[in-house]
């Protein structure tokens, strides 16, 4: 195997680590800790693990956690009040919903209610806009885990990499290609209607795999030496077992043998994940309190 791993757990800690030292300073300083609301809807098995993790990890770095555990037949008008409370809230500085919702239910109406100061997932249209236009601002913190991955094993300066993304979601593609053009990259967004794909991917000197099929990228995508960022995350039934497992949108098996730089699925990019949102709360508090 030629590829180091990048350990996103271990990047994880040292992120939470420092933002519980941030929330220590807080407490000292300005006599108060930051408070994130958590709101999950019905009682998807997957949803509750994530939620239970965010919950926890709050916990260890100090921020306060509020849940909200609402029935999965709520209407929308129910919903969309609980989220408009919370945003005219004072005491709260961040506001997550748990998504994807219940058949039936709005998201992206809720989301846009969410007070952008509060937008810790980074999803709303004005978070989404400051992003695109480079202005101080809560980003998404999928791909902020991604970049910050990335500079693990390349260096803080990824100015002239060529990068491209495979996937054009709002939640990923999309907001990670304005990531990496901040940082003077040349990025690609590649999808289910670009030609050439495996060509276009063996380009890039950071390749990152958001497209949600698993095992889709093979070896021969891969340019050697390449960083090899892997968001997917897909449960698939294990050969003559009924158990499943986890498996990202790259082939790590081989990919790892042409790589210079891998996340593993799971420990890669999901820790750094929940990290990004614990330092997004203690930025929401500091930027609307002018700290």
Same mark, same amino acid.
């Given at each position: 195997m030629n590829a180091q791993i990048i350990d996103g757990k271990h990047q994880a800690s040292l992120l939470n680590q420092k933002t519980k030292t941030d929330v220590e300073i807080l407490v000292a300083k300005h006599g108060f800790a930051p408070s994130l609301a958590v709101v999950l809807v019905?009682?998807?098995?997957?949803?509750?693990?994530?939620?239970?993790?965010?919950?926890r990890t709050a916990k260890e770095i100090g921020i306060n956690s509020l849940?909200?555990?609402?029935?999965?037949?709520?209407?929308? /008008? +129910? $919903?969309?009040?609980?989220? /408009? +409370? $919370?945003?005219?809230?004072?005491?709260?500085?961040?506001?997550?919903?748990?998504l994807p919702l219940p058949e039936g239910l709005n998201a992206e109406k809720v989301i846009e209610l969410i007070d952008p100061q509060k937008d810790v997932d980074g999803l709303s249209e004005i978070s989404i806009g400051k992003l695109a236009l480079g202005k101080l601002g809560l980003r998404a913190c999928t791909p902020l885990g991604v970049v910050i991955l990335a500079k693990t094993a390349l260096g803080n300066n990824l100015s002239g990499k060529n990068v491209v993304v495979i996937g054009r979601s709002n939640l990923v593609g999309k907001p990670v290609a304005f990531l990496f053009l901040q940082e003077n990259c040349t990025v690609t967004i590649a999808h289910s209607k670009t030609e050439n794909l495996p060509q276009i991917c063996k380009t890039a000197d950071i390749l990152v795999a958001a497209v949600g099929q698993?095992?889709?990228?093979?070896?021969?995508?891969?340019?050697?030496?390449?960083?090899?960022?892997?968001?997917g995350?897909?449960?698939?039934?294990?050969?003559?077992?009924?158990?499943?497992?986890?498996v990202g949108d790259v082939d790590f098996e081989e990919a790892k043998d042409i790589a210079g730089f891998i996340t593993p699925v799971p420990g890669g990019v999901g820790p750094m994940t929940i990290a990004c949102l614990m330092a997004n709360t203690v930025m929401a508090a500091k930027l609307r309190r002018n700290i």
């Amino acid at each position: 195997m030629n590829a180091q791993i990048i350990d996103g757990k271990h990047q994880a800690s040292l992120l939470n680590q420092k933002t519980k030292t941030d929330v220590e300073i807080l407490v000292a300083k300005h006599g108060f800790a930051p408070s994130l609301a958590v709101v999950l809807v019905g009682h998807d098995p997957a949803s509750e693990v994530y939620v239970r993790n965010k919950v926890r990890t709050a916990k260890e770095i100090g921020i306060n956690s509020l849940e909200y555990l609402l029935p999965a037949d709520i209407a929308q /008008t +129910e $919903l969309e009040a609980k989220i /408009t +409370e $919370l945003s005219q809230n004072p005491q709260i500085d961040g506001i997550l919903v748990q998504l994807p919702l219940p058949e039936g239910l709005n998201a992206e109406k809720v989301i846009e209610l969410i007070d952008p100061q509060k937008d810790v997932d980074g999803l709303s249209e004005i978070s989404i806009g400051k992003l695109a236009l480079g202005k101080l601002g809560l980003r998404a913190c999928t791909p902020l885990g991604v970049v910050i991955l990335a500079k693990t094993a390349l260096g803080n300066n990824l100015s002239g990499k060529n990068v491209v993304v495979i996937g054009r979601s709002n939640l990923v593609g999309k907001p990670v290609a304005f990531l990496f053009l901040q940082e003077n990259c040349t990025v690609t967004i590649a999808h289910s209607k670009t030609e050439n794909l495996p060509q276009i991917c063996k380009t890039a000197d950071i390749l990152v795999a958001a497209v949600g099929q698993p095992n889709m990228v093979k070896a021969d995508w891969v340019k050697a030496g390449a960083c090899v960022i892997d968001v997917g995350i897909n449960r698939v039934a294990i050969e003559n077992s009924p158990k499943t497992k986890l498996v990202g949108d790259v082939d790590f098996e081989e990919a790892k043998d042409i790589a210079g730089f891998i996340t593993p699925v799971p420990g890669g990019v999901g820790p750094m994940t929940i990290a990004c949102l614990m330092a997004n709360t203690v930025m929401a508090a500091k930027l609307r309190r002018n700290i």
